[in-house]
């Protein structure tokens, strides 16, 4: 019913910058919050970015001022810029967003298959 496709992952050297974009499509009603998480393998999934349906956006502390979270409600993608790159930022990225469906209620969670960020130093 829906997909979130992502793009824009790869091998970039510390000091480098990225740019990954998510779009979802499919049954969409509305969306609510929409972002990334990363996860490295052993850890826990962890939020990168996010940003509600208002505009507001919260980052990972580590992530200030390097990390841009940008969003187009009309096309329903989201994009992170991530400038600076450090090894540690190296993880798998996954898309997210909180969407409510055509002709059912309530909310729900989803997922994009996650791409690949490598930071070399």
């Known amino acids: 019913q829906v997909q979130l496709v992502e793009s824009g992952g790869g091998l970039v050297q510390a000091g480098g910058s990225l740019t990954l974009s998510c779009v979802a499509s499919?049954?969409?009603?509305?969306?609510?919050?929409m972002g990334w998480y990363r996860q490295v393998p052993g850890k826990q999934r962890e939020l990168v970015a996010s940003?509600?349906?208002?505009?507001?956006?919260n980052y990972k502390d580590s992530m200030k001022g390097r990390f841009t979270l940008s969003r187009d409600n009309a096309k329903n993608t989201v994009n992170l810029q991530m400038n600076s790159l450090k090894p540690e930022d190296t993880a798998v990225y996954y898309c997210y967003a909180q969407i409510k469906l055509w002709g059912r209620l309530g909310w729900y969670d989803y997922w994009g298959q996650g791409t690949q960020v490598t930071v070399s130093s």
């Open positions: 499919g049954s969409i009603s509305r969306l609510n919050a």
């Open positions: 940003s509600n349906s208002e505009g507001s956006t």
